[in-house]
């Protein structure tokens, strides 16, 4: 898993489809999504990880591209 698109995916093959038009809330419901399937079992340590931290990459990535924003 190395995409939004296949975290997207992941959550899809479960019936959780994640869209308010907020980039970050949906990060955040999507992180939240995948936790609850860690907790129940249905993906293992190393999909969970690497759910994470694709999630946490993109909201790193957002941050910084806001911040662009506002200083250019």
């Not at 019936?15 to 955040?28: A, N, P, S, V």
């Amino acid at each position: 898993m190395k995409t939004m698109y296949d975290v997207q995916q992941l959550l899809k093959r479960f019936g959780t489809f994640i869209y308010t038009g907020d980039r970050q809330l949906d990060l955040e419901l999507m992180e939240d999504e995948i936790r609850e399937l860690y907790k129940w079992e249905f993906v293992d340590i190393r999909m969970f990880q690497q759910a994470l931290l694709v999630i946490r990459t993109e909201r790193a990535q957002l941050q910084k591209d806001k911040g662009e924003s506002k200083n250019g």
